[in-house]
């Protein structure tokens, strides 16, 4: 793997895992490290949970960082991207899909399947996800891409489009073949547009050396 210049935070959705995010290096581009980030068991309420991953976060971002998430790990990138701009560390970007906006997220579900390995471990993580709470906070400074499925019974391109209010820099929004599980259905248009938007960063550029000029 290329020296790493950047790092890309992947976060799943409610009952979901990170492992399969680890598929994506190497479909990114040069110097963008793919880091997997589980959603720890057993808390609470949200708030513990973010309390739990900052300092992962935190960590990471001893280079650029962008974060992505997926449906509820859309929210948990989003208010972990406001945490990291609090403490002036180096954001490029948030990628957003199969999320309404922060403001608009309310509990908006699909069925547990018959077939699901674990039901109830997917019906207490769907509990724990109503839990969010939206608190206005100042937007970000960094870009949000907004991934959608043209066929999500869950999410309106409207309540997509409303992620633009939380940024003070670009918006893009990309509806995309398939419906709520964009990631099985769409993983291909997905990493396309993740690679074109990291392209677009400058801290993101593969011959961008970001400790170039410090002694």
């Not at 720890?40 to 650029?64: M, Q």
């Not at 908006?108 to 906070?137: H, M």
């Not at 990631?183 to 550029?205: F, K, Q």
């Amino acid at each position: 793997m290329a020296a790493v210049r950047s790092r890309l935070l992947c976060f799943p959705p409610a009952g979901g895992y990170a492992a399969p995010y680890r598929a994506w290096q190497g479909e990114l581009p040069a110097g963008v490290e793919v880091v997997p980030i589980d959603l720890e068991e057993g808390l609470p309420d949200v708030g513990t949970l973010l309390a739990a991953l900052l300092p992962k976060a935190i960590e990471a971002a001893d280079r650029p960082v962008a974060l992505f998430g997926h449906s509820f790990g859309a929210l948990i990138g989003y208010e972990l991207a406001q945490d990291l701009r609090d403490r002036g560390l180096p954001l490029t970007r948030l990628f957003v899909s199969g999320c309404p906006a922060p403001r608009l997220a309310r509990a908006r579900r699909l069925p547990v399947p018959a077939d699901a390995p674990d039901p109830e471990r997917l019906r207490f993580w769907f509990a724990f996800a109503d839990g969010y709470q939206y608190e206005p906070r100042k937007p970000l400074d960094c870009p949000i891409s907004a991934l959608g499925g043209l066929r999500d019974p869950l999410v309106q391109p409207a309540e997509l489009r409303a992620w633009e209010e939380r940024t003070t820099s670009g918006f893009r929004l990309r509806m995309l073949p398939g419906s709520h599980d964009l990631l099985r259905e769409s993983g291909t248009y997905v990493l396309r547009a993740i690679t074109a938007d990291l392209d677009h960063d400058p801290n993101h550029d593969p011959n961008h050396d970001p400790n170039a000029g410090e002694a």
